[in-house]
């Protein structure tokens, strides 16, 4: 999120807020943010983690957080080992299950992540937070009920009746995590205040990266102790139980939002998302923040999928091992997120995406060079996520600042949507490219797509001070 300076332009009203009145103050108030958006206090001692977590509202979200995103990231390799056990034949190659458990992983977040952040900011996020933890944790726990109803049955077109019972469950978290996420987002905004969002973001990253390392590490052996505590349940009761224990937790959280916070007189769905966009083309910080976000994450996914690729051309490791290499990449970003929280506010938005941004590319570009050699490969794909986290946090972190209260959950919505859309792409499209151009050419391809979005986004911002 490169961010800084907006041009002098008041926000845009609502149109279907009817109660909306204009204050001349709104328009100072929106210069002065224009012109240092983070509306940081210089004399104050530089914020980190801790001091956020001071906050018991900020506490309650990142704690219901934590229990969400390991529920999150072991799910999916919950449903895989119960593809392999219960569905896969001996001999079969297991590539085709599993597409089809990540089609019905991915697919709500393109169709719904939009719509999603509409009716979040019409829902009380204390609600929404909670209910789809709840949901989520209810569906997983029904999944041993499921294999047992539908054990050796078959549909008519000869597929395993639990197998697409399996693939609605999967359709349905995923759906669910769609409102979670905007609800979350914005959430944030609401108790936190605007100096203390960078530490905030920071930590908040740093707990997704570390729930990824849990996931892509732990995932399997925490899933074969709880299968051996709890026989035939303990998996789901681990996962389920996950999101049970974070919308219990989310409980505790006051957001202070009132019914007159969430009041419209009329409601258009595609008008709400029209004027998301809208307003993102009227904030140009905004817009190239999140320009330079959904760069970032589409190198991430790409680098996801030749991680395998990497795993195979180095001699120390095998291909099934590449899950090592991610949780190194997941590791390097949790230093950046680190990093941020600690120094992020002795240098502006811009400044701090731009320098990750560089960082990517150098790093990438080591990789490139050094793909065959464990060690030097090993330093490159962490120097490329400690970097990514400085691009990443400044990010994330612009849009809420920029934001105003009732546009949150749209912007989020299609901040989501686009973000995923940019994970999922570059699944199929990386190896293809790979298979064509080579490993070396399309990290070397990454690294120019790196400094050539930081570069574009940082001359943005240097424009819009110029105006």
């Not at 490169?2 to 109660?19: K, Y």
């Not at 000869?158 to 995923?174: E, Y």
């Amino acid at each position: 999120m490169t961010h800084l300076f907006d041009p002098p332009t008041p926000n845009l009203p609502d149109p279907h807020d009817s109660h909306h009145t204009h204050n001349p103050k709104d328009d100072t108030k929106d210069h002065q943010d224009s012109v240092n958006p983070e509306n940081l206090d210089l004399s104050e001692a530089p914020i980190d983690s801790q001091s956020v977590l001071r906050n018991p509202n900020f506490l309650s979200l990142w704690s219901g957080q934590v229990f969400s995103q390991i529920a999150d990231k072991i799910f999916l390799v919950l449903v895989i080992a119960i593809v392999s056990t219960r569905f896969q034949q001996a001999g079969e190659t297991i590539s085709g299950w599993v597409s089809a458990v990540m089609v019905s992983f991915t697919i709500p977040a393109i169709l719904f992540g939009s719509i999603a952040g509409v009716y979040v900011d019409r829902w009380n996020k204390k609600t929404v937070l909670v209910s789809s933890n709840i949901l989520r944790g209810a569906l997983v726990l029904s999944i041993p009920l499921l294999l047992w109803v539908t054990k050796n049955s078959v549909l008519p077109w000869g597929a395993p009746t639990g197998f697409w019972g399996l693939l609605c469950i999967t359709f349905l978290v995923s759906t669910f995590t769609q409102f979670f996420t905007p609800a979350e987002q914005s959430a944030i905004t609401l108790v936190v205040e605007k100096p203390k969002l960078l530490a905030a973001n920071s930590l908040y990253t740093t707990t997704i990266m570390a729930a990824l390392i849990l996931g892509f590490a732990l995932g399997e052996p925490l899933l074969a102790l709880s299968d051996h505590l709890w026989h035939n349940v303990g998996q789901e009761i681990l996962v389920g139980g996950s999101y049970l224990v974070a919308g219990v937790i989310l409980l505790l959280l006051k957001t202070g939002e009132t019914k007159e916070d969430l009041h419209r007189d009329s409601f258009h769905l595609w008008n709400d998302i029209k004027e998301g966009l809208q307003y993102l083309n009227h904030k140009k910080t905004s817009l190239s923040a999140l320009i330079q976000l959904i760069c970032t994450f589409s190198i991430i996914a790409a680098l996801t999928v030749l991680a395998v690729r990497l795993a195979e051309v180095m001699p120390e490791i095998k291909s099934e091992q590449f899950g090592f290499l991610l949780a190194v990449a997941s590791l390097g970003m949790a230093i950046g997120a680190a990093v941020v929280a600690k120094l992020g506010d002795r240098c502006s938005r811009q400044t701090l995406a731009l320098i990750g941004s560089i960082g990517m590319a150098v790093f990438l570009g080591m990789l490139a060079v050094f793909c065959d050699r464990f060690g030097l490969g090993l330093v490159a794909i962490a120097g490329t996520g400690i970097f990514g986290g400085l691009c990443v946090i400044p990010m994330q972190t612009v849009i809420q600042e920029e934001t105003p209260e009732d546009m949150r959950g749209k912007v989020f919505g299609l901040q989501n949507n686009a973000v995923n859309i940019a994970l999922s792409l570059p699944l199929s499209v990386a190896g293809i490219a790979e298979s064509y151009f080579g490993l070396q050419k399309v990290i070397f391809a990454l690294s120019v797509i790196a400094i050539a979005t930081g570069i574009l986004a940082w001359y943005i911002a240097r424009q819009l001070v110029e105006q």
